[in-house]
């Protein structure tokens, strides 16, 4: 099979050809299936890094990597591209009949062949490879979880497979993982820390993130045998406790240290949890987004809470839209296993009834009413992404009343979304999205991933619950309403309301 490729500091990019049958040296490895050639690899590069490493690199061979595929008559070959050695720049593919197996392992170096000795050590390299693909070392990975909220700590937790302490602005995080070498494991704690952050945003309804982290060959979790509350039940707001503590659910516990942590190299998640885990960084997009619109909570009473708003809000339609659109996305994700899709009896084509799907998961754990809700937001995820209609009508300095040709009010709406449900009409804030999004997905995992058979009744017993037992966000822009609420709802320095 003739492949071609180019020199990568060549500044011409002059495309050259080679003959796999003839200029590579073809080595025979024959592993079967994505997770055994994946462990290979990572085995065969750490014998690379180990072996063969060039003396201007410390400990890892450097790569000038350049995927490509190329497709023969018997076979198929994806290339890797170049991996300074010792030995000279030597140029990889992979060869193979059926898509995740590696039936050979092609080696060129295009400056000159291979010598007898160079390929024999090549050879070593490979048979080394597979004899120690399974030979793992235990890593701590240590990280700093940001929540983006102030004057917050999370509380203590600790498991077999992870611990959570308190830190300012949100808690350290360790977790162990399993790997051939530290860049498996920097690698394998890097999927693991997108996963939890994403994960306790929707348990938490606050926006998590990392930054930097470290991992440490055979370092062990500091013992403590003590953890804090678990929290209950809940839609709106956040689960804190004693001065700002955020707590997790027994649930979250587990779901953490058995379903996230415990999975094994390379290993394929069921459908149920990996589309789960999609919905959470859907869901965690969305919050992130949601937080450039910038509105800053001063007071909560029983049927709103009030917030002061940015009077520069030039993007706040675009983020409440794309955040909107996310906590969909989200929904969406979670129902993708949820029923058997039906085809087009003209053309074929596969009817997903995603709108459907959307209100019956929101139907089961917020009652018909709400499920009706997020079926008419979803229209309006649809006409955004076909018509690029708005969820809100405009961007604006300062509020100034005038009629609107879409809005369900029949006025323009400054950062909320209107829809008609059962006959009247709601004007909902993002943020009540967003609680009712997060609680969704709580409820989604523990019943069908944990097995959950019952919930706490966090509706008061009533049959139907409507828009109206909900707490809505109250938005000021303009001075005057602003300073109309201070008087109202700030506290002063004595503790009194101005």
């Given amino acids: 099979m ?17 003959d796999t049958e003839k200029d590579f040296e073809k080595i025979v490895v024959n592993t079967s299936g994505y997770v055994a050639s994946n462990k290979f690899l990572v085995s065969l590069w750490n014998q690379v890094n180990t072996q063969i490493c060039p003396n201007h690199s410390v400990d890892r061979a450097p790569w000038a990597y350049f995927p490509g595929k190329f497709i023969g008559k018997k076979s198929a070959v994806s290339v890797l591209g170049f991996c300074q050695t010792t030995i000279g720049e030597l140029y990889f593919a992979l060869e193979y009949h059926r898509k995740g197996d590696i039936d050979s392992l092609l080696v060129m170096r295009p400056t000159s062949a291979l010598k007898h000795d160079e390929i024999k050590r090549l050879r070593l390299l490979i048979n080394d490879a597979k004899i120690n693909m399974d030979k793992t070392k235990s890593f701590l990975c240590k990280a700093k979880i940001f929540a983006k909220l102030k004057n917050i700590r ?20 360790c977790f162990y993982v399993n790997a051939i070498d530290k860049f498996e494991a920097e690698q394998q704690a890097l999927e693991r820390l997108y996963e939890i952050c994403a994960f306790l945003s929707v348990e938490t309804n606050i926006y998590c993130s990392f930054d930097e982290f470290t991992v440490i060959e ?61 919905a959470c960084k ?52 979670a129902t993708a296993t949820e029923t058997n899709h039906e085809t087009c ?38 006409k955004f992404l076909h018509t690029g209609r708005m969820a809100s009508d405009a961007n604006i300095v300062r509020t100034i009343p005038l009629l609107s040709e879409s809005s369900e009010t029949g006025v323009k709406e400054y950062g909320n979304v209107a829809i008609k449900v059962d006959g009247k009409i709601y004007s909902l804030n993002i943020s009540n999205v967003r609680e009712w999004t997060t609680y969704i997905l709580r409820c989604y995992y523990q019943k069908r991933i944990l097995g959950r058979k019952s919930f706490a009744n966090v509706f008061n017993d009533r049959q139907e619950i409507i828009l109206d037992d909900f707490p809505l966000k109250i938005s000021a822009i303009t001075p005057e309403g602003s300073e109309q609420m201070k008087k109202n709802f700030v506290r002063n320095s004595k503790g009194l309301l101005l």
Wanted: proline share 2%; charged share 20%; hydrophobic share 40%.
């Fill in 2 to 18: 003739i492949i071609s490729y180019v020199f990568p500091f060549e500044l011409t990019q002059t495309q050259m050809f080679a």
């Fill in 218 to 278: 055979n370092e062990l979790l500091l013992e403590s045998k003590s953890s804090s509350q678990f929290i209950d039940d809940y839609i709106d707001y956040y689960p804190a406790i004693d001065n700002w503590q955020i707590c997790i659910s027994s649930y979250a516990y587990k779901f953490i240290n058995e379903n996230i942590l415990s999975i094994g190299r390379f290993e394929k998640r069921c459908e149920v949890e990996k589309f789960f885990i999609s």
């Fill in 154 to 173: 999370f509380a203590e937790y600790n498991a077999s497979n992870f611990c959570i302490t308190p830190s300012d602005g949100g808690c350290n995080l």
């Fill in 345 to 382: 009896k003209e053309c074929g084509a596969v009817i997903y009834k995603i709108a459907d799907r959307v209100r019956n998961l929101s139907t089961e754990f917020l009652g018909e009413h709400l499920g009706k809700v997020f079926h008419k937001l979803y229209a309006y995820r649809s």
């Fill in 282 to 333: 859907h869901l965690q997009i969305g919050i992130e987004t949601e937080l450039r619109i910038g509105d800053i909570a001063i007071a909560s009473i029983p049927f709103g809470t009030i917030a002061l708003s940015q009077r520069d809000q030039r993007n706040k339609v675009e983020h409440m839209t794309s955040a909107l659109m996310s906590y969909l996305s989200a929904i969406e994700c």
